[in-house]
């Protein structure tokens, strides 16, 4: 399994991260994970094959999620002519048919049927999915918005757990339990705190619960970053931790 943090930022502007989004490569399945503004652009600058993406799977409805889903589905349309003829399934929460439908309102009718078959797929909490060649898709729910999710990437015995956006919540530390990558969202420092975003007391405390292999941050506003992250999650949680960019890959090895 590859994974490549394509954007590791929130809406605060920056030249240096664009808005959340995460690119997974599984056996045959190519799996973009959220698709917030910049997304589309990093995907072409960082060379990976975003032609051949199979899956899309959204955790929530912010709009640092989901603005780049219709420019993507332009860009497979006309972006590279011949367009796109591969089917490409839209996964998300409940409600992902109903946002798929105001952004046709929005756009036009031409993403109903963008030129390839479009197969949108709800997917409940604790509820799993089968990918492309023996890959899983499972599904929890976390505190953010009424409809978040974190998803788990699963295949031949590895695990990528991706947190999306939440608040703390030792119930999702114990379903993450264990995983090779934890991509955990690490918003604000701790004067900032608010009851849906994490702390990096708070991601050290939810690391040192879940145990991952391999701790990875993304989801930074810019006032985390004058904290020092890593001495803050280090007192509560001993493994890797990695302070992820746009375009950081992290290799994992399958059984």
């Known amino acids: 399994m590859r994974l490549v943090t394509l954007g590791t930022g929130t809406v605060a502007l920056s030249g240096a991260r664009v808005c959340a989004g995460h690119y997974v490569e599984a056996g045959a399945t190519r799996l973009l994970l959220d698709c917030g503004s910049g997304i589309t652009h990093r995907l072409a600058e960082l060379g990976l094959p975003w032609r051949d993406i199979t899956h899309v799977a959204i955790t929530h409805f912010h709009t640092d999620h989901i603005s780049d889903l219709a420019t993507l589905a332009f860009a497979w349309k006309y972006g590279d002519l011949p367009g796109r003829s591969a089917p490409l399934v839209l996964v ?27 197969v949108v797929r709800e997917i409940a909490p604790g509820e799993a999915i089968a990918l492309d060649d023996g890959t899983t898709l499972r599904a929890t729910k976390v505190p953010h918005t ?22 703390y919540d030792p ?9 090779d990558v934890l991509l955990c969202e690490c918003s604000l420092p701790i004067e900032m705190a608010i009851p849906l975003h994490l702390t990096p007391e708070q991601c050290g405390a939810l690391a ?31 493994g890797p931790v990695t302070l992820a960019d746009d ?5 994992i090895e399958e059984d």
């Open 92 to 118: 998300g929460p409940a409600g992902i048919a109903a946002l798929l439908d105001r952004l046709i309102g929005a756009f036009g009718d031409w993403l109903r049927e963008p030129g390839f078959p479009l």
């Open 171 to 179: 119930m999702f530390a114990e379903w993450a339990r264990g995983a």
């Open 146 to 167: 009424e409809e978040s999710i974190a998803y788990s990437i699963e295949r031949r015995g590895r695990r990528v757990v991706y947190t999306g956006d939440l608040g």
């Open 208 to 238: 040192a619960a879940a145990l991952p292999k391999h701790l990875v941050l993304t989801h930074f506003y810019p006032p985390v970053e004058r904290v020092d992250i890593r001495a803050i999650v280090a007192a509560h949680y001993a």
């Open 247 to 251: 375009g950081s890959t992290f290799e």
